[in-house]
């Protein structure tokens, strides 16, 4: 929903603020973290929220759709984040990549049923996912102090701007229709859905092996953003000069 979106930017500023007169500890800002106290309470009250209602509906969505019915929707939902996928590509210069998710997206589209289907992948066409956050730090914008959102979860100022700048680059928000509120609903409740039913099992093992889940719930973020901003690739090494 945009205005779940629009609620946790709301909520994340008024944390920031409310926190601001607490003077960050010399070990929040080895970490870049000098919002920890405000940023633990987050992750506390995230914690609710999934343990009350996110994780009884995802019990119930896969006790109604079997595995078939839960990979069909986890196609669609990824074919519509394509649009997006592919804008952000261009924005980043990657035009071989934006060319396969143009590709992915027309294969999918036709030949795989509006996206229920992925005959793209058995035809070797790459899957990958771009957001505007990755597109700043391309840009060479810095990421910021570590954040954790109400509701969506670890992330940075970068990557904040960045959930509500993809609203605007999806042309799938300017297409507006008869009960269009209603499937902007339905999409982004399918979408906590399926993520949460894609990560459960991961999430689960890193609460159970980790003496602090915040600390390494932080780490492996920037870990996994870091990655994905790097497409992958090794990271760039500086030549030392020769002495």
């Known amino acids: 929903m945009r205005v779940l979106r629009a ?10 603020s409310a926190c601001a007169t607490t003077p960050p500890t010399p070990e929040m800002i080895t970490n870049n ?8 309470d987050t992750l506390k009250f995230n914690g609710m929220i999934d343990r009350y209602f996110v994780i009884p509906t995802v019990a119930v969505y896969f006790v109604l759709v079997p595995e078939g019915g839960r990979r069909s929707v986890h196609h669609l939902l990824e074919n519509l984040t394509l649009p997006t996928t592919f804008v952000n590509d261009m924005l980043q210069g990657e035009l071989k990549r934006g060319s396969q998710t143009t590709a992915r997206f027309l294969v999918n589209t036709t030949i795989g049923l509006g996206g229920f289907l992925d005959p793209a992948s058995r035809m070797k066409i790459p899957d990958h996912g771009e957001d505007f956050g990755q597109t700043l730090a391309v840009w060479g914008m810095r990421e910021g102090p570590f954040l954790m959102l109400p509701f969506f979860g670890p992330s940075n100022p970068r990557d904040a701007f960045g ?5 605007g680059l999806d042309p799938t ?8 509120i209603w499937w902007d609903a339905g999409r982004e ?6 993520l949460r039913a894609q990560t459960y099992q991961t999430v689960q093992s890193i609460q159970r092996s980790s003496v602090d889940y915040y600390a390494s719930l932080r780490s492996l973020y920037r870990q996994l ?3 994905e901003i790097r497409n992958g690739r090794a990271p760039k090494t500086e030549d030392l000069p020769d002495f």
């Open 7 to 16: 609620l946790a930017m709301g909520l994340c500023g008024l944390a920031l």
């Open 33 to 40: 973290d000098p919002y920890e106290p405000t940023n633990r």
């Open 163 to 167: 959930i509500a700048a993809d609203v």
């Open 173 to 180: 928000s300017y297409i507006h229709f008869k009960q269009h």
């Open 189 to 194: 409740y399918f979408t906590i859905l399926d």
């Open 225 to 227: 953003r870091d990655n």
